[in-house]
């Protein structure tokens, strides 16, 4: 499985935009990319996903570039309440019917008010 | 629609004793997944279900860990002679299932389990 690498903590004011990188530079022909946000004492939950270019959702927008070795988490317009942590998951796409992913220590986005 | 629960929410044990910690996922996932998260960090995989049968535990650390799922949609996760290290929030999330790239996991609240 592909490691990902993410800044440990990020600090934004209400209102602002916030992008959250994440390398993966081994990342395989088959693997997608996948945001998850966990809030304390709560299981994570789906952001979106991605496999190149760009993909938007109603809560954020990732980008992908053509190499695929890095992604980029697009929240817009941050509010206290999107203080979480944030994962990025590298994991196979139809391999053996299920995905085993793997969860890194996460981004730590601090939205200040 | 309800989503993944798990019970108990908190669980307090001690030292040498058995617990079992249940997940219901949302009906109709045929995939289950339970992980192990502590403080700081990421939820680490443990055990995958598909259907009635663990495809993959790999991630159980020992033999004192077990999963069943006996009918192929409530999981029990067992553990037995507890130490302090298994101290943690155990997750268990459900997905679709089919091998789908876009199979989502949807996580329950977790279980907190405390051993002392």
């Known amino acids: 499985l592909a490691k990902t690498t993410q800044p440990i903590s990020m600090d934004s004011y209400e209102g602002q935009e916030v992008n959250i990188t994440c390398s993966h530079n081994n990342i395989a022909t088959n693997d997608y990319i996948t945001w998850y946000q966990q809030f304390p004492s709560q299981g994570p939950r789906f952001i979106i996903q991605?496999?190149?270019t760009k993909v938007t959702n109603e809560v954020a927008s990732l980008f992908i570039p053509a190499d695929r070795k890095s992604s980029t988490l697009s929240l817009p317009r941050v509010s206290l309440s999107d203080t979480a942590v944030y994962y990025c998951l590298v994991g196979p796409g139809n391999s053996g019917g299920y995905q085993k992913v793997t969860f890194g220590t996460g981004t730590k986005l601090q939205v200040i008010p | 629609g309800a989503g993944v629960s798990q019970t108990p929410s908190n669980k307090v044990t001690e030292k040498g004793k058995y617990v079992e910690l249940r997940c219901d996922p949302i009906?109709?996932?045929?995939?289950l997944y339970w992980y192990r998260q502590s403080l700081g960090q990421g939820p680490e995989f443990l055990i995958y279900f598909q259907g009635t049968g663990a495809a993959d535990d790999s991630g159980l650390p020992n033999d004192r860990f077990f999963a069943v799922r006996p009918e192929g949609s409530v999981s029990t996760l067992k553990i037995q002679r507890t130490e302090r290290g298994d101290s943690a929030m155990y997750l268990c999330a459900s997905s679709l299932g089919g091998g789908a790239h876009t199979d989502t996991q949807y996580f329950g609240p977790g279980t907190r389990l405390t051993v002392l």
């Open positions: 009906s109709g996932h045929t995939a």
């Open positions: 991605g496999y190149k």
